[in-house]
């Protein structure tokens, strides 16, 4: 993997180059994972006139990188000492050592007080904005991230697929969201995605929904999101259910149309398609069923080393898919004091020639009484 990693950090020096920075800091966590592989928590990444340093505060575990004279086609590593020692306030004071004249930052990853400190070090540097160059490179992915991020949805949909098989009735939102995270490192994962959500009775289908002691009742519609993390990469699924023998008559009018919506927006998922058009199709859906009225802002989103990353999937989004750019698409209606219905699923973007939209979590659709 270190070619990998060698060929992006050469494409980050390139643009830093064309944009006039000898020298780029990187300190965006999963920026710095993307370029350098698995690092010390809170470790950077200095792109610099001379060469390329990971700063950090610890000593890798299993260090991706060698502490003696660097290779052609690695950073060297340099431990700041003690703890309180900020790695990229050393970063900076290192580039403005090997000559640096400018020195890019991501502005948008940084605190006021750190930027500040930042240029205290670094005098004689001027400071410019990075801007969201990595977030860009990031949004095609090669085979090896796709086949992580492959895997990770296999381990969610086994994991919500035995968690069915169990008895839901009487059980808690929490317990159920424990119980799944469980299963997920049991089958291989490193952890949740995210925090898993489970959200039963009138609370289903509501975004962002953090468990409770609310106990799953006959009748309830259930929702499920949840997400793997493997390998740093994530992948995420969510379905809705129906507890009890068979769905109420308004239970059905409204997953129907949710389902009809989420389908609308993965056919949509094609290279060269806007990304608001892809949220304007699936919306249109929901609109024409009579559930238009507060809809959430955003139908999908990027997913890779973090959960929710570039590309947005919104009504105002500018830019079109690339193929091999993996997307949420997940629309949901909650109707207050009745509950709602979401469907979630991970894709990767691929031309028809190739089959379409390549679908990376498969458990059924269908609206299962449970």
């Known amino acids: 993997?270190?070619?990998?990693?060698?060929?992006?950090?050469?494409?980050?020096?390139?643009?830093?180059?064309?944009?006039?920075?000898?020298?780029?800091?990187?300190?965006?966590?999963?920026?710095?994972?993307?370029?350098?592989?698995?690092?010390?928590?809170?470790?950077?990444?200095?792109?610099?006139?001379?060469?390329?340093?990971?700063?950090?505060?610890?000593?890798?575990?299993?260090?991706?990188?060698?502490?003696?004279?660097p290779r052609s086609d690695e950073p060297r590593l340099l431990v700041t000492p003690g703890a309180d020692g900020d790695p990229a306030v050393a970063a900076a004071d290192l580039a403005a050592a090997d000559g640096a004249e400018s020195l890019a930052v991501e502005e948008h990853d940084l605190t006021v007080a750190r930027h500040r400190a930042l240029g205290a070090a670094a005098r004689r540097v001027r400071l410019a904005d990075l801007g969201r160059a990595v977030e860009q490179l990031r949004l095609i992915k090669d085979d090896e991230e796709i086949s992580c991020m492959r895997i990770a949805g296999e381990l969610a949909d086994q994991a919500l697929g035995e968690l069915l098989e169990s008895?839901?009735?009487?059980?808690?939102?929490?317990?159920?969201?424990?119980?799944?995270?469980?299963?997920?490192?049991d089958h291989g994962a490193d952890g949740p995605a995210f925090p898993t959500v489970v959200a039963a009775g009138p609370n289903a289908g509501r975004p962002g929904h953090l468990p409770t002691d609310r106990r799953v009742e006959e009748g309830d519609f259930l929702t499920i999101s949840l997400g793997a993390d493997y390998r740093g990469y994530r992948c995420q699924v969510g379905r809705t259910f129906v507890i009890g023998p068979s769905p109420a008559d308004w239970q059905v009018e409204l997953y129907d149309a949710v389902f009809a919506a989420q389908r609308a927006g993965r056919e949509a998922l094609l290279p060269g398609r806007a990304y608001r058009d892809v949220d304007r199709v699936t919306r249109q859906v929901l609109t024409a069923a009579g559930f238009g009225d507060g809809l959430e802002p955003c139908t999908g989103h990027g997913v890779g080393l973090e959960i929710?990353?570039?590309?947005?999937?919104?009504?105002?989004?500018m830019g079109k898919l690339d193929a091999c750019v993996p997307v949420t698409v997940e629309p949901g209606v909650h109707l207050p004091g009745r509950g709602g219905v979401r469907i979630d699923d991970t894709l990767v973007v691929r031309p028809e020639a190739d089959g379409g939209p390549e679908l990376l979590t498969i458990t059924t659709k269908e609206l299962l009484a449970l």
């Not at 929710?308 to 989004?317: G, I, K, M, N, V």
């Open 167 to 185: 008895i839901l009735v009487g059980r808690t939102e929490r317990h159920l969201a424990l119980e799944l995270e469980r299963r997920l490192v």
């Open 1 to 69: 993997m270190s070619e990998v990693y060698a060929a992006r950090r050469a494409r980050l020096h390139d643009q830093c180059t064309a944009a006039g920075s000898a020298a780029a800091l990187v300190s965006r966590p999963a920026n710095v994972r993307y370029l350098c592989g698995a690092v010390p928590p809170g470790a950077v990444l200095l792109l610099g006139p001379v060469q390329d340093v990971l700063v950090a505060t610890e000593v890798p575990s299993a260090p991706p990188l060698s502490s003696g004279p």
């Open 308 to 317: 929710d990353e570039d590309p947005r999937l919104t009504p105002s989004a």
